[in-house]
């Protein structure tokens, strides 16, 4: 074999190992669909004006995406006769909103460019509008997900953090997901905005066995105040809601931190990131610096972003957000020819 072909046989492979080590890449559509995250940001502009909840449902929903599957656009496939998708989880189900915002921009996006923009980078887009409309944080997503085939409702209830869960187990969590602890106690500071309903929070306000004890770990007095929100034993359908940061409850900032260390957390799990001395130490550091943990918040947002993405030819570029292109297809072929393929 000669010297040249023996380096051109490593070009090659040098280049296969670059093809298998793709990355997501900012401005992925600038040749393909270069008005996408402009109009995703329309779209997030316009549901924001009319609902300013809008931008903490995209946030948390992006992180859901993510840490099922890859973000992949999974959280947003509906449940169908012969599948439980993970919007229906309890995890996810009556709380995430915001899915009709994705469907706008979607379909904004279809528009100028069918077939071109992935409902996950959609998605990914969509929470970073969020951060700047609700706290001024920007950065440049990198985009290129493709689109999911499988969506599992027990997989979003396995893989997702709950209400109650000790530092051990938010940090597990998140390792799961190759996560450090300091993103954990970063991008818990979306706690900063939004609401959470009575079912996620009645623990701290109503002893199990008997309704007069408050949670020592909150603070009585704001405890007593919740009572008067939420009654024992609430449902989980039950619409009532508080803000998670009582100090700045629709601004995108570092108060959630400060009523940490003031026991005004809402969230058991909100509450567990000051007892543990290693990230009690990040709370305090958040606390006293905001533009840092603004800095870090953008940064592990992406991190996030990157959680097992679908690259190349992997998965699929979905035209309806709701519904797999092959499902959709197959129900069409159906029923244009009348019978029904998969009991034949
Ligand atoms: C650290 C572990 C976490 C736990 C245990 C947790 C749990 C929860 C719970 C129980 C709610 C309230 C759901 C309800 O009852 O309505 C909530 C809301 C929220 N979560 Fe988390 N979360 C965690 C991390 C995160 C992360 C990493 C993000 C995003 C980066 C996030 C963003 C949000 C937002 C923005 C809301 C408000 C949603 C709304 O207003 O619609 N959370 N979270
Ligand atoms: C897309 O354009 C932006 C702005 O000019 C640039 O920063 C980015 O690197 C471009 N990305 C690609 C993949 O072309
Ligand atoms: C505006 O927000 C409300 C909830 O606050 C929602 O019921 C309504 O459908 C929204 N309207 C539009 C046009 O998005
Ligand atoms: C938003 O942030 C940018 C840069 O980070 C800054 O120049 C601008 O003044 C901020 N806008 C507001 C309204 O705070
Ligand atoms: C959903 O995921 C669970 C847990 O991994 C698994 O046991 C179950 O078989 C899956 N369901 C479907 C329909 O694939
Ligand atoms: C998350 O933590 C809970 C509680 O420790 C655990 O049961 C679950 O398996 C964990 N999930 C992952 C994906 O690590
Ligand atoms: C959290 O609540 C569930 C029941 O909803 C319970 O099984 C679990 O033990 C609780 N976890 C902790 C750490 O208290
Ligand atoms: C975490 O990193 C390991 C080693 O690089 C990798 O094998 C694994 O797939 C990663 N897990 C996730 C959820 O990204
Ligand atoms: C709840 O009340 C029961 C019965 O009075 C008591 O045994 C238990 O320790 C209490 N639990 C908490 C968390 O206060
Ligand atoms: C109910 O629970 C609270 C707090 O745990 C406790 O102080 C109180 O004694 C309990 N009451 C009864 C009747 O068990
Ligand atoms: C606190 O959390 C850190 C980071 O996960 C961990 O290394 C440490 O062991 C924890 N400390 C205690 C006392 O649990
Ligand atoms: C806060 O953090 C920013 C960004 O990292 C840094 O430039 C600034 O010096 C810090 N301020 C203080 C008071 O430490
Ligand atoms: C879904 O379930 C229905 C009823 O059990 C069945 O007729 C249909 O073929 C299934 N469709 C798929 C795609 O598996």
Redesign the pocket.
């Known amino acids: 074999m000669s010297s040249s072909t023996i380096s051109m046989l490593l070009m090659l492979l040098v280049a296969s190992l670059a093809a298998c080590d793709a990355a997501l890449t900012v401005g992925f559509y600038n040749d393909t669909c270069p008005s996408a995250e402009q109009l995703v940001l329309q779209a997030v502009t316009d549901a924001f004006a009319n609902n300013s909840g809008i931008a903490p449902g995209l946030i948390r929903m992006h992180f859901h995406d993510c840490f099922v599957r890859g973000c992949d656009g999974s959280v947003l496939i509906d449940s169908t006769a012969n599948n439980t998708a993970e919007k229906d989880s309890p995890a996810n189900f009556p709380s995430l909103r915001g899915f009709e915002v994705i469907d706008a921009a979607k379909a904004a996006v279809e528009a100028q460019c069918p077939q071109t923009v992935s409902c996950a980078d959609i998605l990914a887009f969509a929470a970073r509008d969020s951060a700047v409309l609700s706290g001024n944080i920007s950065y440049d997503v990198p985009s290129g997900r493709r689109d999911g085939l499988i969506s599992n409702a027990t997989e979003a209830t396995d893989n997702l953090p709950?209400f109650?869960?000790?530092a051990t187990?938010l940090v597990d969590n998140f390792s799961a997901k190759n996560l450090t602890a300091e993103d954990m106690v970063t991008l818990s500071g979306a706690h900063s905005i939004g609401v959470s309903h009575c079912s996620s929070f009645g623990n701290r306000l109503y002893n199990a066995s008997n309704t007069t004890g408050i949670d020592p770990t909150i603070s009585s007095a704001y405890g007593q105040l919740l009572r008067l929100r939420c009654p024992f034993n609430v449902s989980a359908n039950d619409s009532r809601t508080a803000s998670l940061d009582i100090i700045t409850p629709d601004v995108l900032d570092n108060r959630y931190y400060v009523g940490l260390t003031l026991n005004l957390g809402l969230l058991t799990s909100d509450h567990a990131l000051t007892t543990n001395d290693t990230l009690a130490t990040m709370v305090n550091d958040n606390v006293n610096n905001g533009t840092a943990w603004a800095v870090k918040f953008a940064e592990a947002m992406v991190k996030m972003g990157n959680i097992e993405v679908k690259e190349g030819t992997e998965g699929e570029i979905r035209t309806n957000c709701r519904v797999i292109n092959s499902a959709s297809s197959d129900s069409v072929i159906e029923t244009l020819l009348g019978y029904d393929h998969a009991s034949s």
């Open positions: 709950r109650n869960f000790t187990q």
